[in-house]
């Protein structure tokens, strides 16, 4: 009890005086592939791979996508990435509109470091 009241402080300390340390993203390599090419609006299948620096498919992950416009106004568009080979997750998002899109990539590595990637899908019809 008298070490969770005192979490939240340790970690503003850490933050402050050491953040660089603690803010430096895992070493994974992150790619993607969309389809259809040019995009359009519609269904879009988005794969995203991820590998450690030595090249090693990275599996376990949670890969979370949403979908946002480059304009204000319109409600997020969500879907999960599934993993179908290992370090390897394939997703849907629902594009329904055409123009600029930025597609924000949430994953949780299984160690349960977090990091994030933004992809542009410019020009969707
Ligand atoms: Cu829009």
């Not at 949403?66 to 304009?71: C, I, K, P």
Request: charged share 20%; with cysteine.
């Amino acid at each position: 009890m008298i070490a969770r009241k005192k979490l939240p402080l340790f970690c503003l300390f850490v933050f402050a005086f050491a953040c660089q340390k603690i803010a430096k993203p895992p070493d994974i390599a992150v790619q993607y592939e969309i389809a259809p090419q040019p995009p359009r609006a519609g269904t879009t299948t988005i794969d995203v791979r991820l590998t450690d620096k030595n090249g090693v498919p990275v599996g376990g992950a949670r890969v979370d996508l949403e979908g946002n416009m480059s304009h204000a106004g319109m409600a997020p568009v969500n879907g999960e990435a599934k993993e179908i080979e290992t370090g390897k997750y394939r997703g849907t998002l629902q594009l329904t509109m055409a123009g600029d899109w930025i597609v924000l990539v949430h994953i949780a590595l299984p160690d349960g470091q977090k990091l994030q990637r933004q992809i542009e899908i410019n020009g969707v019809r």
